[in-house]
């Protein structure tokens, strides 16, 4: 089993930045790539970025050249550098560990941190 824990949501105003960190604890050795979702309300769920182990990352095309994703191996924790935030980015963002197929691929949520950007 795989915990994930969510923090550094908040509301910001258009143009500003937030950092969300996930701090991951478990059978991390089963994880092959970690990334964030985001849902906004009567929205579907949909990747925003992710990373995985061997390096790569992907990204939403809506997000790309604004937000980072990062991942402190040591310290098992993903962030997401979020810069000029835009109205749209207002959802409720979740962290996801992938497990790898070998070992089921199962994927883990955490419990969401809602970020919510005011024009």
């Known amino acids: 089993q795989v915990q994930l824990v969510e923090s550094g949501g908040g509301l910001v105003q258009a143009g500003g930045s937030l950092r969300l960190s996930c701090a991951a604890s478990?059978?991390?050795?089963?994880?092959?790539?970690m990334g964030w979702y985001r849902q906004a309300p009567g929205k579907q769920r949909e990747l925003v970025a992710s990373a995985r182990n061997n390096g790569n990352t992907d990204y939403a095309d809506s997000v790309r050249g604004r937000f980072t994703i990062s991942r402190d191996k040591a310290k098992n924790t993903v962030y997401l550098q979020m810069n000029s935030l835009k109205p749209e980015d207002t959802a409720m963002y979740y962290c996801n560990a992938a497990e790898g197929l070998i070992y089921g691929g199962e994927d883990y949520w955490g419990k969401g941190t809602p970020v919510t950007v005011s024009s």
């Open positions: 478990g059978t991390l050795y089963k994880i092959v790539a």
